[in-house]
């Protein structure tokens, strides 16, 4: 009877966990599906509401207009180079320090530590930082939003505590013993063993570059280095693009309309390639983030 009446809880449970997940999944992915058959639908029947399960009046007029830009293409191209050079230069810095302070034979490393967690509650603030990029020679190049966001403390410490729980030091020991030196330990031997960490630091790194705007309004004044996300802000927001774009519509009605498709497109443009990077990544994420937060 025991056995009967835990495995009806156990299911019991069971359903209420699917019941609430799949509740939450809906909740999530409805708005993202909305997007998505809003900006291939006729915006009237969007703006009246007539559009909320499927499609209707199925259009592609909003992507040929954003497309049919040039400079949607070139803040394509910014965005991926400015995502891949500021990906792999906080890889590469986060990893080696996480590494580095990992180590029990650092010496000094608590004091390293105290000054990373510092930073992480005091900063010097917008103008400072302005100033310090503005005589560093960094303003109008790629460098300003790369740079100053190069380290981020809370990575540092997600991977320190990964290399603590995930390394044995015997395996250090090991290795010592048959001559690899350092460096070759942590590329032979630690890199291959820390896939996990690793691709969780190239998502945070990667969605973080690509999402990036802010820095890209304070220091950038060259349109031909705006990345994505600036020139979808003026699509938007400002209308620059628009007015380009819709210059050859004399209809205020039909301008209004072919700018509400726009708008959904422009979501989806934007919201592309993070949506075909994270699948590949997502089997490692759970597992680094718990690793690297709770173990050690």
């Known amino acids: 009877m025991a056995a009967t009446h835990r495995t009806r809880m156990d299911?019991?449970?069971?359903?209420?966990?699917?019941t609430v997940l799949t509740f939450v999944l809906i909740v999530v992915l409805y708005p993202l599906?909305?997007?998505?058959?809003?900006?291939?639908?006729?915006?009237?029947?969007?703006?009246?509401?007539?559009?909320?399960?499927?499609p209707r009046g199925i259009t592609f007029e909003g992507y040929e207009r954003i497309f049919s830009d040039s400079s949607i293409w070139l803040g394509y191209r910014n965005s991926l180079l400015y995502m891949t050079v500021g990906t792999v230069v906080n890889v590469s810095l986060t990893l080696t320090s996480?590494?580095?302070?990992?180590r029990a034979d650092l010496a000094g490393r608590n004091f390293f530590m105290?000054?990373?967690?510092?930073?992480?509650?005091?900063?010097g603030g917008l103008i400072p930082t302005y100033l310090l990029v503005k005589q560093l020679g960094m303003v109008n190049t790629m460098w300003a939003l790369i740079?100053?966001?190069?380290?981020?403390?809370?990575?540092?410490?997600?991977?320190?505590?990964?290399?603590?729980?995930?390394?044995?030091?015997?395996?250090?020991?090991?290795?010592?013993?048959?001559?690899?030196?350092n460096t070759r330990f942590f590329l032979r031997i630690v890199l291959p063993l820390s896939v996990p960490i690793v691709a969780v630091m190239v998502l945070f790194s990667a969605v973080g570059?690509?999402?990036?705007?802010?820095?890209?309004?304070?220091?950038?004044?060259?349109e031909n280095l705006y990345p994505l996300q600036l020139i979808l802000r003026k699509i938007l927001i400002v209308n620059e693009s628009q007015d380009q774009m819709l210059a050859n519509l004399t209809d205020m009605t039909e301008q209004q309309r072919i700018a509400d498709l726009m708008k959904y497109g422009v979501i989806m443009v934007a919201s592309l390639p993070m949506l075909v990077l994270y699948p590949f990544l997502q089997k490692y994420f759970v597992k680094g983030v718990m690793i690297g937060s709770i173990k050690g």
Not at 166 to 177: D, G, T, V, Y
């Open 33 to 54: 599906y909305t997007v998505v058959i809003s900006s291939i639908s006729d915006p009237d029947l969007v703006n009246s509401g007539k559009v909320w399960l499927f």
């Open 11 to 18: 299911r019991a449970f069971d359903i209420f966990n699917y």
């Open 147 to 181: 740079v100053p966001g190069a380290v981020g403390a809370y990575n540092i410490i997600i991977a320190r505590t990964f290399f603590q729980s995930s390394i044995p030091n015997e395996i250090l020991e090991a290795a010592q013993m048959d001559g690899c030196s």
């Open 98 to 102: 996480g590494y580095a302070l990992s």
């Open 114 to 123: 105290l000054l990373i967690t510092f930073t992480m509650f005091f900063g």
């Open 209 to 222: 570059h690509w999402n990036a705007y802010f820095q890209a309004l304070i220091y950038i004044r060259n």
